[in-house]
């Protein structure tokens, strides 16, 4: 009866099945002490990505005054992850951003004038959308607003915070969709 029940981890789009273990020790989305990623296993992963130490904050954001006082101005105060990421626009430009993730919104900050350019509550993010290839792209569909179509060199580890935030935050877990096509909002 177990094999009926519905199993959780990634949803693929179509008939595929996820990409094999290239791995023998370890399954490809095993992470240390057993526990499962987001991707469980149905995304090919770079080995170093599996092994590397996480820190959350890459900018090291409660030393730079300028963005706590927009933190402070929103009432968040804890960080979760920090770190500079490539936003792509819908004309297809690029624009570097500050990507801050607290555990009640993600902020996008300009770099040179440490603006706000955007805050999204993570109580509208719908899902994530990653590709199955070892690449750093990765989508945060928000039916309300417009979609992120972005890249970060630690994908991992910000998918992976967003994923736990969002399950201690609410009652639902983030759904991450694995897919070499962009996923879009259905209306």
């Known amino acids: 009866m177990n094999r ?25 989305g095993e992470v240390d ?13 770079r080995k170093a990505s599996r092994y590397r130490e996480h820190r959350g904050d890459y900018l090291h954001v409660s030393s730079r005054p300028g963005l706590m006082r927009i933190l402070e101005k929103q009432g968040d105060t804890s960080i979760l ?19 801050i993730l607290t555990d009640f919104a993600i902020y996008l900050i300009d770099p040179e ?22 690449d750093n792209f990765f989508a945060i569909i928000i039916p309300t607003e417009y979609d992120l179509f972005m890249a ?8 992976q915070v967003m994923v736990d935030v969002t399950k201690s935050a609410s009652d639902y877990e983030l759904e991450v969709l694995l897919s070499n096509r962009y996923c879009v909002t259905e209306n």
């Not at 002490?33 to 992963?45: L, N, Q, S």
């Not at 004038?113 to 070892?134: F, N, P, Q, W, Y």
Request: charged share 35%.
């Open 4 to 28: 009926l029940k519905e199993q959780k981890g990634p949803k693929f789009d179509g008939e595929e099945s996820p990409p094999p273990d290239f791995d023998e020790d370890r399954s490809v």
């Open 33 to 45: 002490g057993g526990d499962h990623t987001p991707f469980a296993g149905g995304k090919v992963r």
């Open 81 to 99: 992850f920090a770190d500079k990421v490539l936003k792509f626009t819908g004309s297809g430009k690029m624009k570097r951003r500050i990507f």
């Open 113 to 134: 004038t440490e603006a706000m350019t955007r805050r999204i509550a993570l109580s509208s993010v719908e899902k994530m959308c990653l590709s199955k290839l070892s």
């Open 152 to 159: 970060s060199t630690r994908k991992t580890e910000l998918v």
